[in-house]
């Protein structure tokens, strides 16, 4: 699963997350990936955004990954 793409994907999924609220934590990065596979408008807007239905899963896959407390 690790990648240089998908490390890439995380920190600018998680650098957009920490300007969003500054209250990120690598736990809410996690419990927002579970929410977008979870919930079918978030689904759909991946979908929309990137073309591919599996595009939510996949940026769960990734976050849940890289996502871990050291």
């Known amino acids: 699963m ?3 793409a998908a490390q ?8 957009w997350l920490q300007t969003a609220t500054p209250r990120y934590s690598l ?6 990936a579970a929410m977008y596979v979870a ?3 978030f689904t759909a807007y991946y979908t ?4 591919d ?4 899963e996949a940026l ?3 976050i849940e990954y890289y996502a871990i407390e050291a």
């Open 60 to 62: 769960q896959t990734i």
């Open 27 to 32: 736990a809410m990065h996690r419990g927002l």
């Open 53 to 56: 239905q599996r595009v939510a």
């Open 39 to 41: 919930d079918e408008r």
């Open 8 to 15: 890439t994907a995380f920190e600018a999924h998680q650098t």
């Open 2 to 4: 690790p990648s240089e």
């Open 48 to 51: 929309k955004l990137i073309g």
